[in-house]
Nanobody, 114 residues
Framework: QVQLVESGGGLVQPGGSLRPSCAAS????????ASWYRQAPGKQRELVAAITVGGSTNYADSVKGRFTISRDNAKNTVYLQMNSLKPEDTAVYYC????????WGQGTQVTVSS
């Protein structure tokens, strides 16, 4: 059974940093593309960052230069380093793994507020 478990969200002041992680089980993680999405209250879920099997990355324009996605296949884990956080980054962040279909985690809350 495929399972993705996010952790590492929380409350941080504007300008601060967080590093959520997503641990995968039940899959050969190295063959999956991985990505982070977020959903703010009243808004649609949006792609934040993605990383391919080969390690290529892409980012939403709103987070370029501030967020970095990475993966550790030995640990079956994908990370999202978030720096210079802004109040508009507040959302539930979801991990996604894709290989012949999508798998989703339960989400982790990130709140940026003073």
């Amino acid at each position: 059974q495929v399972q993705l478990v996010e952790s590492g969200g929380g409350l941080v002041q504007p300008g601060g940093s967080l590093r959520p992680s997503c641990a995968a089980s039940g899959i050969i993680f190295s063959v999956y593309a991985a990505s982070w999405y977020r959903q703010a209250p009243g808004k649609q879920r949006e792609l934040v960052a993605a990383i391919t099997v080969g390690g290529s990355t892409n980012y939403a324009d709103s987070v370029k230069g501030r967020f970095t996605i990475s993966r550790d296949n030995a640990k079956n884990t994908v990370y999202l380093q978030m720096n210079s956080l802004k109040p508009e980054d507040t959302a539930v962040y979801y991990c996604n793994a894709n290989f012949l279909g999508d798998h989703w985690g339960q989400g982790t809350q990130v709140t940026v507020s003073s």
